[in-house]
């Protein structure tokens, strides 16, 4: 379980490998943030190689929307699994995030 930063143009992509729960959700806020302080904007959280999201991993991700939109930038989910696609829709967060299929389709017109 990890969380691999790669840098894309002018898009931070960040890769949850594993799990995102209570256990390390507050290490991916620290990345995100850390970049976000940087002067990075526009970010992309690529599920791809994640199976799980707990409820605090759900919250960290609503936090750092929030966050990233007071400093004018932006930040998009991709590669949710069918699971996780429904657990967005039945909290209605698909509603906060713009949600791809895939990492490329995210960093369209972002």
């Keep these: 379980m990890g969380f691999q930063m790669e840098r894309?143009?002018?898009v931070t992509?960040?890769?949850v490998e594993g799990q995102l729960i209570v256990g390390?959700?507050?290490k991916l806020k620290e990345k995100v943030l850390e970049q976000l302080e940087g002067g990075d904007r526009k970010f992309v959280i690529d599920f791809s190689n994640t199976g799980y999201i707990d409820s605090s991993g759900l919250g960290v991700l609503v936090s750092l929307s929030k966050k990233i939109r007071e400093q004018?930038?932006?930040l998009r989910l991709?590669?949710?699994n069918e699971d996780l696609r429904t657990l967005f829709e039945l909290t209605k967060l698909d509603t906060l995030f713009k949600i791809a299929n895939s990492r490329r389709e995210a960093m369209v017109d972002l």
């Design 78 to 80: 991709a590669g949710l």
């Design 24 to 26: 390390n959700r507050q």
């Design 8 to 10: 894309l143009g002018e």
């Design 13 to 15: 992509v960040v890769d």
């Design 72 to 74: 004018g930038g932006e």
